[in-house]
């Protein structure tokens, strides 16, 4: 090892030493959650949707590390996540999920992007900047077929035909995005795929994509050119009524700052809206909700009560929050951990093992996407695996 490394690895040693919370990212279980979906995509290209900072992992970490698996194709929701992306794939199709906002063409056209093109009026203005460049440029066009949130309508979709301006640029994907692919039972699937159907049918030879993450493991799937899975690849469930077939990616830890005994019918934390019915052993930890962990995981009730709110898992014990999530702090209740199994400085999993991201989501009132999203900047993150 060389001086300026191992100087680098003390650096980050001392950091983790120091942080209250350690975000554990394991690149080689996304590339191998990237692989898996591909064997589910049957046939499709697999491509990989790095929105939000690769759903809060990383787009410089995570976007390099599915492209050595093999992936060619990300989407992201905002140009600036765009051209981050395009600094770590060189050679990626890159698309912009949120559409085309006015005079942003240049930035395209510099950073070879592809926007995805909601409606006429940014059909329009993409093919006007494609006559002005004189160069076919390459972009999406999104067909809601549902959602009622981004893309031209069905009937829209099925005129886009006979339009002018697609003779100005190349459209390389024609798309739509599920609603409730996650509810396999749930009709709207069906008849979201018919509506792409028709659509597709008018424009022949162009590539097509519906899937996201659970689209890809609905029964009746659709075989489309390509799927756009987020969620899975960071090991979210894509089936929430059955296992799931995803590894784990994200894993978070916060340090124990304090411990201290209170008294039987004491308070806990902010408004004093968890009550000790005996003498029991609290754990301040140093994660709050400036740091992503959602307030609404807050315990509100009283010690032993069963509480739909967050969870740790100390030295392989469950142990339930107490009190309200505090901005800096968490305070866990760790009676029934052995004493001499818990002291200052020790760190407690918050997301791991059977606090997977779903778990920790449903726990809060939310979805695991949230959790993942909001997975804070003032971690210290460990990376591990990754390469070639
Ligand atoms: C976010 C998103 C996806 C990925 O969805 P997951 O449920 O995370 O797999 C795919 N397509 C579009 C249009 C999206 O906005």
């Not at 995005?177 to 792409?196: G, K, R, T, Y």
């Not at 308070?267 to 962990?293: C, M, P």
């Not at 959602?294 to 009283?302: D, N, T």
């Not at 999993?349 to 059977?354: A, E, K, S």
Request: with cysteine.
């Amino acid at each position: 090892m060389t001086r300026n490394n191992s100087q680098t690895n003390a650096a980050r040693d001392i950091l983790e030493n120091a942080a209250g919370g350690i975000l554990h990212i394991d690149l080689d279980a996304l590339a191998s959650n990237w692989r898996t979906l591909r064997e589910h995509a049957g046939g499709a290209e697999t491509a990989a949707v790095v929105k939000a900072n690769a759903y809060g992992t990383g787009i410089e970490k995570a976007v390099p590390a599915l492209a050595r698996a093999g992936c060619r194709t990300f989407f992201v929701a905002h140009l600036s996540e765009a051209i981050r992306a395009r600094a770590v794939a060189p050679y990626a199709a890159i698309y912009v999920l949120n559409g085309l906002f006015a005079g942003t063409g240049p930035t395209y056209a510099e950073f070879d992007l592809r926007p995805v093109l909601g409606s006429f009026e940014e059909v329009e203005e993409w093919a006007g900047f494609c006559r002005a460049q004189n160069r076919k440029l390459k972009a999406a066009i999104h067909v809601d077929t549902g959602m009622n949130r981004l893309g031209l309508t069905v009937p829209q979709g099925l005129t886009l035909k006979d339009r002018g301006e697609l003779k100005d640029f190349e459209i390389a994907l024609l798309m739509s995005h599920f609603v409730s692919a996650e509810e396999s039972d749930n009709p709207l699937n069906a008849q979201q795929i018919e509506a792409f159907e028709a659509v597709r049918s008018t424009l022949p030879g162009i590539p097509a994509s519906l899937p996201n993450s659970s689209g890809i493991f609905l029964r009746d799937k659709p075989g489309y050119d390509l799927v756009r899975p987020g969620y899975a690849l960071y090991g979210g469930n894509p089936t929430p009524d059955r296992n799931n077939p995803m590894k784990p990616v994200v894993g978070l830890n916060a340090r124990i700052v304090q411990l201290r005994w209170v008294e039987a019918d004491q308070t806990v934390g902010y408004n004093g809206r968890w009550v000790a019915l005996d003498k029991r052993r609290i754990a301040t930890l140093s994660v709050g909700y400036a740091d992503g962990y959602p307030r609404a995981a807050s315990a509100r009730g009283r010690s032993g009560d069963e509480l739909l709110a967050g969870m740790a898992l100390v030295a392989g014990h469950t142990c339930s929050f107490a009190g309200n999530v505090s901005m800096d702090l968490i305070t866990i209740d760790v009676t029934d951990v052995p004493e001499s199994q818990v002291k200052r400085g020790d760190t407690v999993t918050l997301i791991g093992g059977d606090l997977t991201i779903d778990e920790v989501g449903r726990r809060a009132g939310t979805i695991g996407y949230e959790i993942l999203t909001n997975l804070g900047a003032r971690y210290a993150r460990a990376y591990r695996g990754g390469e070639a």
